[in-house]
């Protein structure tokens, strides 16, 4: 299901994008790190209006938080 973004798709896949970069940056080494990572990230995007109101945001987190296994890959653990 694609996120909103002023009216325009917003994947979870370009959201989980992001967060890898982040997580690469912040060197990211824990699944409680990345949790916080998600957690910060999807507010953000959430002020910023990248979100309609009736967004699932704690579903997109848990959908997010799901991928772990294939962040720990991408950071190399």
Do not use: C, H
């Not at 009216?7 to 992001?18: I, K, N, R, V």
């Not at 957690?39 to 938080?65: A, M, N, P, T």
Request: hydrophobic share 35%; glycine share 4%; proline share 1%.
């Amino acid at each position: 299901m694609p996120l909103t973004y002023s009216g325009a798709e917003y994947s979870e896949e370009s959201l989980f994008d992001e967060i890898k970069e982040a997580a690469k940056r912040e060197r990211i080494s824990t699944l409680v790190q990345y949790r916080d990572l998600i957690d910060e990230i999807v507010e953000e995007k959430r002020i910023y209006g990248f979100f309609s109101d009736d967004e699932d945001l704690s579903q997109v987190k848990k959908d997010l938080e799901a991928r772990w296994e294939e962040m720990e890959n991408v950071l190399g653990k």
